[in-house]
């Protein structure tokens, strides 16, 4: 038995550079899907650090915002901080309150804000909205802010306050008024000193269905769509005049009177029926006192006849607290400049009767009532600093929602279990009291990771000053499973934290790159102390520095690396006593390449197994018009939602580009054979036989093609991969016959057609 090559030992020289080729690859921190721990870690080394935030906040006097970085700092430095700031609150009570601040922020809390009532002190209700409930209220800021205030933006504010009751509150009187609602038909109503609502009028549509014309055996279903579809019926027919009334508002006293003048030809004229037709949604619907049933359309109509939609603003007892509060947070610039002139200017435009501006400023008071019931009045004031526009605070209340839901669920839970013990015999509370006991559990484990969460969200907007960068990062992580969305969230705040936990610049690089953080696992770890030995420090670098260049370079590693390891494998196997010849120089070469080449997809795989996994929303499109695919792209489910018609998959390409690598490998051994059997010492008789005894290797092809079908089909149905199944369905099969058909028609057939005419000529020079 011969060895091939430069001998045993040169051979085996291969493997150790094979080895640190590979480890110079794994060693390389760059990933198609996921950013790597060691680049953040370089990224914020000797930046702002959460420890250094906190320490700055302490020094400011700022305990409220220092509390809410406690939860994520480390346990000794999370203890040191929490010492200092005990003993400043002893000092202080105001300080438990209002979260700290500079002495002019203890005097606008005293004296503008007027303290805190000392029920709400004993209940350790603490949040901002209480200070701004009290100032409202109790005491005198409104009034102060009125005559003193110099501020422009704050006066637009202080001026946009209704005094007279929630804008919008004229439905109920509409609902409830005789006239209206007694008799069916359409009505227009002409809103008058309405400072909110200038210029716009009323358009209502009833529908009545007495006790004698409803008939018995319908339900009230088919009775509430009988009487919506003739109120609708109403607005088809424009021949047909709907009688005027107007609403005038007398402070808070309202008054509706008909009013014919509401019927002029310029009022009717501007009306858009067929737009308002199908918008115009449902105000009221029921039974009648009398047996009967009604249905009452309704919406608000602008200037130019069209439909507005109004939104619901804040209930007034914390519309105004709310409001004063905001006009008081930019007199002390709580809010950054470029919010304090935004909510100014949508303030004059509320009063303009700009439904714009309107309804961005209700929305943003809902915002500013969702931030101030999480946060004490200084954890508000820093945190709204760090909001550079408008959109910001809009970002950052909508990820306090986000996390607030479960608790929310939760509380719903054990209010509907509290009703439903009140209204059961004592002898059958008590399976139901032990529900609730479990559903407070539940609700007390679901408050402490909100806290939690709550400070990464804080955290993170502190450090980084984007608000809409950090809910961006968090709505984009990838969800993989049709329900993980909970899930995602809580990954994607983990990774913050983990961002946060090295430094400020590491936080940023996250949110530009919006990948997650990328998860070594227990193989990849075991390993990573040997990193620095090959270079990791430098690799690190230039992972960050150039991305491209260093993803190159890592796949060449691998290649050579696998290439390496299959050519030293290849020498050092002993040659078959069988084997009478070698295959072409260039074709081992290949073979080494295409092994190489499946290898480093392989590692690829395994370091980075969300490449073989498809966000849901996001689905391969590859052209092909099966009926298998039309029948699946016709079901209904998120997963398969278009988010690009015209590109594909990463992992569309992974999947195909795969079993097109694994076609290749078996293509160039193929090859290594036929080369073989041309080397053979043997006449062309010797050569056709064994050419035909190769055929079973010559169709490995299609026999590896159908069976990556069969378990694409099989991934199809067991897992929630449908749409990249599907394609290595198609693509296996599809790639198995053409690398098949390639190989007889320009290779086995040229050639055997060769060794046929060669046998001929032979048995014509026979004796």
Not at 195 to 219: C, G, H, M
Not at 355 to 369: G, I, M, S, T, V
Request: proline share 5%.
């Amino acid at each position: 038995m011969k060895i091939r090559g430069f001998g045993k030992f040169g051979n085996t020289l291969w493997f150790p550079v094979a080895t640190l080729l590979l480890l110079l690859g794994l060693a390389s921190p760059v990933y198609f899907t996921s950013i790597s721990q060691d680049t953040l870690e370089m990224v914020g080394e000797g930046t702002s650090s959460l420890s250094t935030q906190a320490e700055q906040q302490l020094r400011e006097n700022n305990l409220g915002p220092v509390e809410m970085i406690l939860p994520l700092l480390s346990p000794a430095e999370s203890a040191k901080f929490k010492t200092e700031i005990d003993e400043r609150k002893n000092k202080n009570r105001d300080l438990e309150v209002s979260g700290g601040g500079s002495i002019f922020d203890l005097l606008t809390f005293r004296e503008y804000f007027g303290g805190l009532d000392e029920y709400s002190r004993e209940q350790k209700r603490f949040s901002a909205y209480f200070v701004y409930n009290r100032a409202a209220t109790r005491g005198d800021l409104w009034k102060r802010l009125e005559e003193s205030s110099s501020n422009k933006n704050v006066q637009a504010i202080l001026a946009s306050i209704p005094k007279e009751g929630r804008p919008g509150a004229f439905w109920a009187k509409v609902i409830n008024e005789p006239n209206l609602s007694s008799f069916p038909g359409t009505k227009l109503i002409r809103l008058e000193n309405f400072r909110f609502f200038p210029q716009r009028r009323l358009l209502v549509s009833v529908a009545l269905r007495s006790k004698t014309e409803i008939d018995a055996n319908a339900s009230e279903a088919e009775i509430r769509d009988d009487c919506l579809a003739e109120a609708r019926q109403t607005f088809a027919s424009e021949d047909s005049l709907p009688r005027g009334f107007s609403l005038s508002r007398d402070g808070r006293e309202m008054a509706m009177e008909a009013n014919a003048s509401v019927l002029d030809a310029a009022d009717l004229a501007s009306l858009d029926y067929p737009s308002t037709l199908s918008r115009l949604g449902i105000i009221k619907s029921g039974p009648t006192p009398d047996g009967g049933y009604e249905v009452m359309l309704g919406g608000v109509v602008g200037p130019d006849g069209k439909l507005e939609e109004h939104g619901r603003w804040l209930p007034y007892p914390m519309l105004v607290p709310m409001m004063v509060g905001t006009a008081m947070a930019i007199e002390k610039d709580y809010f950054s400049s470029t919010v304090g002139y935004e909510l100014g200017k949508l303030s004059q435009g509320l009063l303009a009767g700009n439904l714009e501006a309107k309804e961005k400023l209700r929305a943003f008071y809902w915002a500013a009532h969702q931030l101030a019931r999480k946060l004490n009045l200084i954890q508000m004031a820093e945190v709204t600093k760090r909001c550079p526009d408008l959109k910001g605070v809009f970002d950052l209340a909508t990820l306090i929602r986000m996390r607030n839901r479960p608790l929310s669920e939760v509380a719903g839970k054990i209010k509907a279990a509290r009703r439903e013990i009140s209204s059961l015999a004592p002898e059958e509370t008590e399976e139901k009291k032990v529900e609730l006991k479990k559903l407070y559990s539940e609700r007390e484990e679901t408050e402490k990771r909100f806290q939690r969460e709550l400070s990464v969200v804080y955290a993170a907007t502190l450090l980084s000053g984007e608000p809409s960068g950090v809910l961006s990062y968090v709505k984009g992580f990838p969800v993989y499973d049709a329900d993980g969305d909970e899930v995602a969230t809580v990954e994607a705040l983990d990774d913050l934290e983990f961002a946060m936990g090295h430094g400020a610049e590491a936080l940023k690089y996250l949110l530009q790159m919006r990948k997650p953080v990328h998860n070594p696992g227990p193989v990849l770890s075991s390993i990573q102390p040997v990193f620095p030995v090959v270079g990791g420090g430098l690799l690190t670098w230039f992972s960050h520095a150039y991305q491209k260049s260093a993803m190159f370079l890592k796949l060449s590693f691998f290649l050579i690396a696998g290439a390496l390891f299959s050519t030293a494998i290849a020498n050092l196997l002993p040659k078959p006593d069988y084997s009478r010849s070698v295959a072409s120089p260039i074709l081992r070469f290949l073979r080494n390449f295409t092994v190489g080449s499946m290898a480093c997809v392989l590692i690829l795989f395994l370091l980075e197994p969300t490449l073989l996994q498809t966000p849901r929303g996001q689905v391969s499109v590859a052209g092909f018009d099966f009926a298998l695919a039309n029948l699946l792209m016709s079901a209904d489910d998120d997963s398969m939602l278009l988010k690009d018609e015209n590109s594909l998959t990463i992992v569309t390409g992974a999947v195909a580009g795969t079993f097109l690598l694994l076609q290749l490998v078996i293509f160039v051994f193929c090859l290594l054979r036929i080369s073989q059997v041309k080397r053979e010492e043997a006449d062309a008789r010797l050569k056709v036989k064994l050419l035909d005894n190769e055929d079973t290797l010559f169709d490995l092809g299609l026999y590896v093609g159908l069976g990556g079908t069969v378990l694409s089909l099989i991934l199809l149905l067991v897992l929630d991969v449908k749409q990249d199944a599907l394609i290595g369905a198609y693509t296996s099969t599809l790639f198995g016959i053409l690398f098949v058909a390639a190989l007889k028609i320009f290779f086995v057939r040229p050639y055997r057609n060769h060794l046929l005419v060669m046998q001929a000529e032979q048995k014509r020079y026979e004796p």
